[in-house]
Nanobody
Framework: QVQLVESGGGSVQAGGSLRLSCAAT?????MGWFRQAQGKEREGVAA??????????ADSDSLKGRFTITRDNAKNTLYLQMDSLKPEDTAMYYC????????????????WGQGTQVTVSS
């Protein structure tokens, strides 16, 4: 059973940075980040496979250039570097994983963490 534990969330002022981490209990092919703001649907941020190939989701065009997904395979850990944060980035951020390919939608991911809250104040 794969377990995912996120960390690194918190409160920051607009323009600031945070780095989220997601530690997996085992090595797994695809890991990704999603976020869900209160009252809104969950949206994809990005995913990365074990070879370093990245996928930025179509609904995250506004995040490109500000958010960077990386992973450390030796530590089974996924990261999301978030720079130039905006109040609209406020959300619960979830780590997700799948063993065989990188899905295009949230419902196709097999494993989910509990989430870490990011709050950006203006």
């Amino acid at each position: 059973q794969v377990q995912l534990v996120e960390s690194g969330g918190g409160s920051v002022q607009a323009g600031g940075s945070l780095r989220l981490s997601c530690a997996a209990t085992v090595s797994i092919y695809c890991m990704g980040w999603f976020r869900q703001a209160q009252g809104k649907e969950r949206e994809g941020v990005a995913a990365i496979n074990s070879g370093g190939g990245t996928l930025y989701y179509a609904d995250s065009d506004s995040l490109k250039g500000r958010f960077t997904i990386t992973r450390d395979n030796a530590k089974n850990t996924l990261y999301l570097q978030m720079d130039s944060l905006k109040p609209e980035d406020t959300a619960m951020y979830y780590c997700a994983a799948r063993g065989d390919w990188c899905p295009l939608s949230a419902r196709q991911f097999e494993y989910w963490g509990q989430g870490t809250q990011v709050t950006v104040s203006s």
